[in-house]
């Protein structure tokens, strides 16, 4: 095994990200690589802002029962859902929802993604 040296610099839940937009407390935020963050706080466009990249947090369904340990995606509309289709991938459903409107789920962002495209990571 090589001696790499590396040096410890922070624990990784959080990413340090220049807001594009407005962004409000609680924004999913998609970054490159396929993973997404969430806002702590809200910013103004060139704001540096820390996104939380791990955990479990509740979100809104798109009415369709979703499974917990499933796949789940979040849609444009900010609703989670358990169809891929185009929706951007949001993690695994740590408990199940029953197709209702109105209905939550809890989701531990980015596990079991899995980079298809190639890109080194």
């Known amino acids: ?3 790499e040296a590396a040096i410890f610099r922070r624990n ?3 990413f340090d990200y220049t807001c594009t937009a407005d962004v409000a407390n609680g ?3 998609a970054l ?3 993973i997404v ?3 702590e ?3 103004a466009n060139g704001n540096v802002i820390a996104l939380t990249t791990v955990g479990v947090f509740e979100f809104k369904t798109d009415a369709a029962a979703i499974t917990a340990g499933a ?3 979040l849609k444009t509309d900010g609703t989670v859902s358990a169809t891929a289709g185009s929706n951007t991938y949001l993690g695994i459903a740590w408990s199940g929802a029953t197709a209702t409107s109105g209905a939550t789920v809890q989701v531990k962002i980015n596990t079991g993604y899995v980079d298809t495209t190639g890109a080194a990571g």
């Open 1 to 3: 095994m090589a001696k």
């Open 71 to 73: 796949k789940v995606y």
């Open 37 to 39: 963050g969430v806002a």
């Open 32 to 34: 490159p690589g396929g």
């Open 27 to 29: 924004d999913v935020i």
């Open 41 to 43: 706080v809200g910013g």
């Open 12 to 14: 990784g839940d959080k």
